[in-house]
T-cell receptor, first 109, second 114 residues
């Protein structure tokens, strides 16, 4: 099976920056996704990386290094509404999508 | 609102009951999925349908039976479940299967099996 690792929990202060790391070991690679899931709600798409480098979307950025099997999601200028679970998901060589267990981010005032 | 609607939001059932979960998408997508989400565990793919045809069954026990009558609707029929089947069941859709297609998820059905 596929192996996708991300920290279980992170805590940060409002206005700060948090970086959520994701490492993966898959048979082949066809893209990496980040999703945000608020408690009791649907996961929603945040970003997609298939080539190495940084993708920036407003306060959120996602980075990928295929050679290292590594990605991170960077959340800047944290707001209380950013408290949520962040899911890393990788599509392997057979286009099968596997998810990590998610990182719960708590933003404190 | 993601365009994917699931009902019911919550369901409590006994091990001998039969119930069904419903999912509807209004996005014109061709692929639909059932996922199981247990606390502190990765999302677990159960079934995939593409153009109404089942393309993946991820070794799911037969007490879970999917049905896809058309590209907009997906059901999960449940019977003789076990307490360990208690989890959040998420439906998702995408334009097509594979590649860079992002998934649109419903809010899920929180299932408790007593």
């Amino acid at each position: 099976g596929q192996n996708i690792d991300q920290p279980t929990e992170m805590t940060a202060t409002e206005g700060a920056i948090v970086q959520i790391n994701c490492t993966y070991q898959t048979s082949g690679f066809n893209g990496l996704f980040w999703y945000q899931q608020h408690a009791g709600e649907a996961p929603t798409f945040l970003s997609y990386n298939v080539l190495d480098g940084l993708e920036e979307k407003g306060r959120f950025s996602s980075f990928l290094s295929r050679s290292k099997g590594y990605s991170y999601l960077l959340l800047k200028e944290l707001q209380m509404k950013d408290s949520a679970s962040y899911l890393c998901a990788v599509r392997d060589g057979d286009y099968k999508l596997s998810f990590g267990a998610g990182t719960t981010v708590t933003v404190r005032a | 609102e993601t365009g994917v609607t699931q009902t019911p939001r919550h369901l409590v059932m006994g091990m001998t009951n039969k119930k069904s979960l419903k999912c509807e998408q209004h996005l014109g997508h061709n692929a639909m999925y059932w996922y199981k989400q247990s606390a502190k565990k990765p999302l677990e793919l159960m079934f995939v349908y593409n153009f109404k045809e089942q393309t993946e069954n991820n070794s799911v026990p037969s007490r879970f039976s999917p049905e896809c009558p058309n590209s907009s609707h997906l059901f999960l029929h449940l019977h003789t479940l076990q307490p360990e089947d208690s989890a959040l069941y998420l439906c998702a859709s995408s334009q097509d299967e594979g590649g860079g297609e992002k998934l649109f998820f419903g809010s899920g059905t929180q299932l408790s099996v007593l």
